[in-house]
């Protein structure tokens, strides 16, 4: 095999990642459409809730390795277009209304009606339905989600009520090169597309940032994006 006919093997998978998205979409349509059966027992919804919620964290994940080779690359675009905060929020919430009714997860939204902002919608939407379904994940029964202004940011927060970020990942607040660790329980890659999605955002001044931070006494943990 000459060099011509050798492999770029990261090429290759993010064409395979395409094809993995594209059939884990059709997946999760006929997830939803299961559900919908009236001959299921109460246990059988819960099990098809979980299932719909672990392919979620699959097409999730496979997101961030596509986006994260695209920057590597150079080649992630960019769309900074003005948008809906509410109905961003409302669509991630959505996506997952099966396992919040099966788990009997209550979601607040406190956001200012009509709010609208400047961003890239689908990257911010990635994002932030990747740190709802981490939340999901490790929360009791509870979720807030809350939007604001904070001159000059647009600052998004998602708290649960879990048992907190181990210090590991709380280390991301002070180390800004924060690094993909797959030894450790949690990988850290979340963050790590986070963070470079959040830095993408920027004006002549400021750019974004993300941080992380526990509730007093175990209460529950905060994860905070700021757009400029």
Do not use: C, W
Not at 11 to 36: G, P, R, Y
């Amino acid at each position: 095999m000459n060099n011509h006919d050798q492999l770029d093997f990261s090429t290759v998978l993010a064409t395979s990642i395409h094809d993995m998205k594209n059939s884990l979409f059709m997946l999760l349509q006929s997830i939803e459409s299961l559900n919908l059966a009236d001959n299921l027992t109460a246990h059988q919804h819960q099990s098809v809730a979980d299932l719909h919620y672990q392919t979620s964290r699959i097409n999730s994940t496979l997101m961030q390795l596509l986006a994260l080779y695209r920057d590597e690359k150079k080649q992630l675009p960019i769309y900074i277009e003005q948008n809906s905060v509410n109905e961003l929020i409302t669509d991630i919430v959505e996506r997952h209304r099966l396992y919040l009714q099966s788990r009997h997860i209550n979601v607040s939204i406190e956001i200012k009606n009509d709010l609208i902002a400047y961003f890239d919608l689908d990257l911010i939407n990635y994002l932030l339905g990747d740190i709802f379904i981490n939340a999901l994940r490790h929360t009791k029964d509870s979720v807030i989600i809350s939007v604001s202004y904070e001159t000059p940011f647009l600052v998004f927060k998602v708290e649960d009520n879990g048992n907190g970020y181990p210090q590991d990942m709380l280390d991301v607040n002070r180390n800004s090169s924060y690094t993909f660790n797959a030894n450790k329980g949690r990988s850290g890659l979340g963050l790590i597309f986070a963070k470079k999605i959040a830095e993408q955002h920027k004006t002549d001044n400021h750019k974004g940032n993300i941080s992380l931070e526990n509730k007093p006494n175990n209460s529950g943990s905060i994860f905070t994006l700021r757009l400029p």
